[in-house]
């Protein structure tokens, strides 16, 4: 039998209904924002609509992963950046149910006229992702100052 697993976008009014279980969710790759963020930014930030709250549920009301995005306005190109990822338990959801997202995500840059998406992660987001089209393009280093 098929599990019954979708991935929505958060409506704005429904932010503060599923924090706490997508806070508990994302609180670990926030915690590996290396400072940039705290839970509590991320929520400022839901609740001022620059960032958007994702959830897949398995049945009504399951929260298996919560995700968070962003619009970001280059000079000559718009991208949606796949901010913060994170399942509650071990259960690996984004490598279970990427073929459920992922073309969810890419549809809604789509939609909202994003030459693409962009995701700034760890190495493992790669082998997620390259089936998809997505590919590494750069690195990232940084030193504290």
């Known amino acids: 039998m098929e599990e019954d697993v979708f991935f929505t976008v958060v409506s704005p009014d429904l932010i503060d209904h599923c924090w706490p279980g997508a806070s508990e969710m994302l609180e670990k790759a926030v915690n590996h924002s290396g400072g940039r963020y705290e839970l509590s930014d991320l929520k400022f930030q839901l609740d001022n609509n620059s960032q958007n709250l994702w959830i897949l549920y398995r049945g009504s009301d399951e929260m298996i992963m919560a995700m968070t995005t962003m619009f970001v306005h280059y000079p000559k190109k718009k991208f949606l950046n796949v901010t913060f990822c994170g399942s509650g338990n071990k259960e690996m959801a984004a490598?279970?149910?990427?073929?459920?997202?992922?073309?969810?995500?890419?549809?809604?840059?789509?939609?909202?006229?994003?030459?693409?998406?962009?995701?700034?992660?760890?190495?493992?987001?790669?082998?997620?992702?390259?089936?998809?089209?997505?590919?590494?393009?750069?690195?990232?280093?940084?030193?504290?100052?």
């Open 95 to 145: 490598v279970k149910y990427k073929d459920i997202f992922v073309p969810k995500i890419n549809e809604w840059a789509s939609l909202h006229d994003c030459h693409g998406v962009e995701v700034v992660g760890r190495k493992g987001w790669a082998k997620i992702l390259e089936s998809y089209g997505y590919k590494t393009t750069y690195y990232t280093l940084e030193v504290e100052v």
